[in-house]
């Protein structure tokens, strides 16, 4: 495979050419959500970040298997060991079954990445559905000598792990620290040591979703279902692990752990983490009060939103940052982004009624090769966003007559655009579904030759009538010498 892409590797902290394991097959494992509740932000990016991954890969020609895991169980409350499991608290607030809690919550997730035009991933494997392969993992750990089973539960032993390896080497903590501040327990707990993290919990009589276990009856830990799924689809060694910055540590730090003890191997390659979206500056948060859904995002209906914004608007914004950098969310950034993006799909739909000339007046060539290294730079989206508007520059001039393009030139610009904003950036013109429908756009054709009717009977009242009250709901409307145009 002939390429150039290099990607930053969390875990040696430099960008790395990518190489995968197997010449041309990549193996790809995204950390996907607990779902208890329903999609925000902070699910958004890392699902569009690595959807950008798996479309460059598979436009570099790699067969890509891609795993997004949804966690359906052992997620407790306070992401540590304790408190109760955040989707049977949800199941016995509303008086449901977990798997309903679950199923509700999945298919909307699954709504609101189509909606986002995130591709489905090749795997989507349910912790739940995996409880087998996560008590043999378990028992592995245990064989290895690397856990410990406490009154029904098993416990990681990070001192002793640490003594032979590096725990902590993918967040940079240092342990000895944690080690040092955590030896003197109150004898209250279970754990040998607070670090410790559990593999594997005894449930309580109350505890709803439980299975058998060699220790007792109880549940997986939830940092395992990645360990066990991960190398039941791909193997005990992979290429590519991702997911949001704040999986970094613990639950990353502690499947490298498990992995390592439980397997003998580092098994992932290249570790990608996706930064954080902030709200004025602020982490998002329920307590915190901007705490906004996708759902709200697509609606308006929020307190922090001046209006709705399409899903498009929200992957462009999310596109227009590296994935590598915070992003900081507002209404006014997103009403910028709506503009961008509906500049940039004008323009690329200007560049489909363009006709070639004998010759091109102007530079045009080199857009594939400069986008192309900006992908393969870490997937630097918001570079590629920007070359493509500097060519919307040379669109408008060769669309107004000022300039002119030959067919070769203007096939490649038209390939080059489909290329990024369709299939590598996932884009598409949010209008597009809507006036697709024959039907609304006769209505309006009809309203508006209503008009021209009027006016050429110089009934004006009818004529404003009609043109203030189809402005009122959003439309543009052009006079031109052969009768109007419009759009939304
Ligand atoms: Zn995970």
Not at 95 to 119: C, G, I, S, T
Request: charged share 25%; glycine share 6%.
């Amino acid at each position: 495979m002939e390429h150039n892409l290099y990607i930053y590797n969390t875990l040696s902290r430099k960008k790395e050419q990518f190489i995968p394991l197997h010449n041309n097959r990549v193996g790809m494992y995204v950390c996907g959500p607990t779902v208890y509740g329903d999609g925000h932000l902070g699910h958004a990016r890392p699902a569009i970040t690595f959807d950008i991954l798996f479309r460059y890969l598979m436009h570099l020609g790699y067969k890509v298997r891609y795993v997004r895991n949804i966690t359906d169980v052992g997620h407790l409350e306070n992401d540590a060991d304790s408190g109760e499991d955040k989707i049977a608290k949800k199941a016995r607030l509303e008086q449901l079954e977990p798997m309903e809690v679950v199923q509700y919550y999945v298919n909307r997730y699954h709504k609101a990445m189509e909606a986002l035009n995130v591709l489905p991933p090749s795997i989507e494997p349910h912790a739940s559905g995996h409880i087998m392969e996560q008590i043999d993992f378990v028992q592995k750990i245990i064989d290895a000598g690397f856990a410990y089973d406490s009154e029904g539960s098993v416990y990681f032993d990070v001192e002793k792990y640490n003594q032979k390896h590096n725990y902590g080497k993918l967040s940079g903590r240092n342990v000895e620290d944690m080690l040092e501040t955590t030896r003197d327990l109150d004898g209250q707990s279970e754990k040998r040591r607070s670090v410790d993290f559990a593999l594997w919990k005894k449930a309580s009589p109350e505890h709803i979703m439980r299975w058998k276990a060699p220790w007792s009856d109880g549940f997986p830990g939830w940092h395992l279902e990645c360990s066990a799924m991960g190398t039941k689809y791909l193997g005990e060694e992979f290429d590519i692990h991702g997911g949001g910055m704040d999986l970094m540590f613990p639950h990353h730090e502690c499947e490298i752990a498990q992995n390592q003890a439980g397997l003998g191997k580092d098994s992932v390659k290249y570790w990608m983490h996706n930064n954080m979206i902030t709200i004025a500056g602020q982490k998002m948060g329920k307590s915190l009060g901007n705490f906004i859904t996708l759902d709200e995002f697509f609606t308006g209906n929020h307190a922090l939103l001046t209006q709705p914004f399409s899903p498009m608007t929200v992957r462009f914004f999310i596109l227009q940052a590296h994935y590598r950098s915070t992003v900081d969310f507002s209404s006014a950034a997103l009403e910028a982004s709506e503009k961008g993006l509906s500049r940039l799909m004008e323009g690329y739909a200007r560049l489909q009624k363009i006709t070639a000339s004998a010759s091109t007046s102007l530079e045009t060539v080199g857009l594939r090769a400069k986008c192309l290294d900006a992908m393969n730079d870490d997937l630097n989206t918001p570079i590629v966003i920007s070359y493509l508007f500097d060519s919307l520059r040379i669109v408008n001039l060769i669309a107004d007559g000022k300039e002119t393009i030959s067919s070769t030139d203007l096939e490649e610009l038209k390939f080059v655009f489909k290329l990024f904003i369709e299939e590598l950036l996932g884009l598409k013109s949010d209008n597009e579904a809507n006036v697709s429908n024959e039907a609304y756009k006769k209505a309006v054709d009809l309203l508006l030759n209503m008009r021209l009717e009027a006016k050429q009977n110089k009934d004006w009242a009818t004529s404003d009538k009609i043109r203030n009250e189809l402005t009122a709901l959003g439309f543009e409307i052009k006079d031109t010498k052969d009768g109007f145009e419009w759009r939304i």
